[in-house]
């Protein structure tokens, strides 16, 4: 039980990583007109090229930090499977495939249901 929170915990701390890695370039996108503007002032750049490489530069931010969640969410899985730990999806189709067998079972036992009605004689 303690390795469960244990792995929980492991899981929630990379999720709460990547979050922030998403929350960082979601701030430098908020500022992105701002700094486009800072450029242009100090003669370093036109405003609209300042503008356009921040945002291909944030796109690509965003992009790497999905990559990142991504991966550690397969590395993680591969790292469970490993130490033979059940996923929440397994253990939920692992509870499906049991009802279904559970109610194919109940039907084999319940007895032929028989028609209220006489047999008709000729």
Do not use: C, Y
């Not at 530069?57 to 899985?77: C, F, I, P, Q, Y």
């Amino acid at each position: 039980m303690a390795e469960r929170d244990n792995n929980a915990g492991v899981r929630e701390l990379l999720e709460r990583l990547a979050f922030s890695a998403v929350g960082a370039v979601a701030l430098t996108a908020e500022r992105a007109d701002a700094i486009a503007e800072e450029l242009s002032e100090r003669g370093l750049a036109r405003r609209d090229d300042a503008r356009a490489l921040i945002e291909d530069l944030s796109a690509r931010w965003r992009g790497d930090a999905t990559r990142l969640g991504e991966k550690a969410g397969a590395t993680l899985d591969t790292l469970f499977r490993e130490l033979g730990l059940v996923t929440k999806d397994d253990l939920v189709e692992l509870e499906l495939r049991l009802a279904q067998l559970e109610h194919r079972l109940k039907l084999l036992e319940e007895p032929p249901a028989r028609d209220s009605a006489p047999p008709v004689q000729h």
